[in-house]
């Protein structure tokens, strides 16, 4: 998984440092879950994007929309994923500065912007900047919701197999949004329980296969292949049940936001589904739902990877403690209270370690678990681009993630290993710096550390007690 932060494209390196951390899950040993975080709706869609796109001009495309209401962008996650670009949101009036920074990062010069609803979502100023620096901006919009989702159907090359969501509500489209991505179909939108007449005319002119996710949408077109759990967050198990075998290989994706509010999982729908994985539904506080501990707690060990969209303020941290594991005894420790260290490691050739050492250095007893975030960077602190392998390469027969609990002064470590030896492809680079964002926390610490990594992969091992490598 990319482990890169938007602090390239916003010029604050460390700001965005802070955007993502790892941590297991109670549900699956092995299980690891990142938030994908800012400090805004449209600053954590920024970090969806460079989590994608690490790599400065390699979005094929832009899909922009409003980040004050969520009709247009539920039928936009799978046009992003498809085209090969990120969905971000703007306010409605004016072009937030992070999200044009983003764009004029990720966007080669000349590329494609795709603009979702007319202009009293998303001000004809927004298009100007954009045609004035050269790019091709297209609105994607229809007379309302119901037509706008249908010309986006067009603009995806008129998929038969389609999606229904209602249009009145955002939870059950924002689940349907990655699975018509994975399923190679459309989101189309319906009035509530009633059938709006641009939805009926396009179902009336594709033959294939559609599917109602949720109770309003079965209503609406009671012919259709009904996806209803007995809530909001069942349903969106119920999709993924629907569109996806459990993971089978490390490479799997689980995607995870607050089923209370739409705009971290909008930008978070095409983040997965680009990933390849589905979108699960959690509550901002409070337990986990019973239909979503159980499709976590059946994923296979040490095969998929969450990503939790949203801060702690979208998702709180008694709810990422859950889906973790974190013991109630010893609360997570947080960034504010480690220090990292370096250390040797177990070399071979062609294939340098170096031990990373966490010291708690707060006054009370903190847990970690899982696997830290990493972020090469050169000696002005800017992002390298970086790839980080849980357990990956030689590292994969080393122990899974376990619960660690430090007392004051107690220390856990993690082994880093990468090649040094050239390879076809992305060119050797070498950092002076190493970002490490702790377990689920949300800013990193910086550790000297020059490594030259051929192809900028990094493997890591679990964090284990004590500081010695493994």
Not at 237 to 242: E, G, I, K, L, P
Not at 326 to 332: C, F, Q, V
């Amino acid at each position: 998984m990319v482990k890169q932060t938007v602090g390239a494209a916003a010029g604050t390196a460390l700001l965005a440092l802070g955007l993502m951390g790892v941590a297991p899950a109670s549900a699956a040993s092995g299980f690891t879950v990142s938030r994908i975080a800012g400090a805004t709706r449209d600053a954590t869609a920024v970090a969806a994007s460079v989590d994608v796109f690490p790599t400065a001009g390699s979005a094929k495309v832009v899909v922009l929309a409003s980040n004050a209401t969520f009709a247009d962008a539920l039928s936009g996650a799978p046009l992003a994923a498809a085209k090969g670009g990120p969905l971000l949101l703007t306010t409605p009036t004016s072009l937030d500065p992070l999200v044009e920074t983003e764009i004029l990062r990720v966007l080669p010069a000349g590329g494609t912007i795709d603009i979702l609803g007319g202009t009293a979502a998303v001000d004809p100023s927004v298009d100007a900047i954009f045609t004035a620096k050269g790019f091709v901006v297209q609105r994607i919009a229809g007379a309302n919701r119901f037509a706008t989702a249908v010309a986006v159907a067009a603009a995806l090359g008129n998929p038969s197999k389609v999606l229904e969501a209602t249009g009145l509500d955002f939870a059950d489209g924002l689940s349907a949004g990655a699975a018509a991505y994975h399923a190679g179909g459309a989101v189309l939108l319906t009035n509530g329980a009633f059938e709006p007449p641009e939805t009926a005319a396009y179902l009336g002119s594709h033959a294939g296969p559609h599917y109602a996710v949720g109770g309003p949408a079965q209503q609406a077109d009671p012919g259709a292949t009904p996806i209803v759990g007995s809530d909001r967050y069942a349903t969106a198990v119920d999709v993924a049940s629907t569109f996806w075998a459990a993971p089978n290989n490390q490479n799997a994706y689980v995607g995870l936001a607050s089923g209370a509010a739409f705009a971290d999982a909008l930008s978070g729908s095409a983040n997965i589904a680009s990933h390849g994985g589905p979108l699960l539904l959690v509550p901002p506080s409070g337990p986990l739902p019973t239909s979503v501990a159980s499709y976590l707690s059946a994923l296979p060990a040490v095969t998929a990877n969450g990503l939790l969209y949203g801060g702690p303020a979208a998702v709180g941290d008694d709810v990422s403690a859950e889906i973790w594991g974190e013991p109630a005894a010893a609360g997570r420790c947080h960034t504010s209270g480690l220090s990292v260290t370096t250390g040797p490691g177990n070399s071979s050739a062609g294939h340098p370690t170096t031990l990373l050492v966490l010291t708690n250095t707060s006054a009370t007893i903190c847990s970690v678990s899982g696997y830290v975030g990493l972020q090469m960077l050169d000696s002005s602190l800017h992002p390298i681009t970086t790839t980080v392998v849980p357990n990956g390469g030689m590292l994969s027969l080393l122990p899974l993630a376990t619960v660690v609990t430090l007392a004051p002064g107690q220390q856990a470590s993690t082994l880093v290993q990468w090649t040094d030896v050239p390879m076809p492809g992305p060119a050797c680079t070498t950092s002076a710096q190493l970002g490490v964002t702790p377990p689920d926390e949300t800013a990193a610490l910086t550790v000297a550390a020059a490594i030259s990594s051929c192809g900028g992969e990094l493997d890591v091992s679990a964090l284990q007690p004590g500081a010695t490598a493994p």
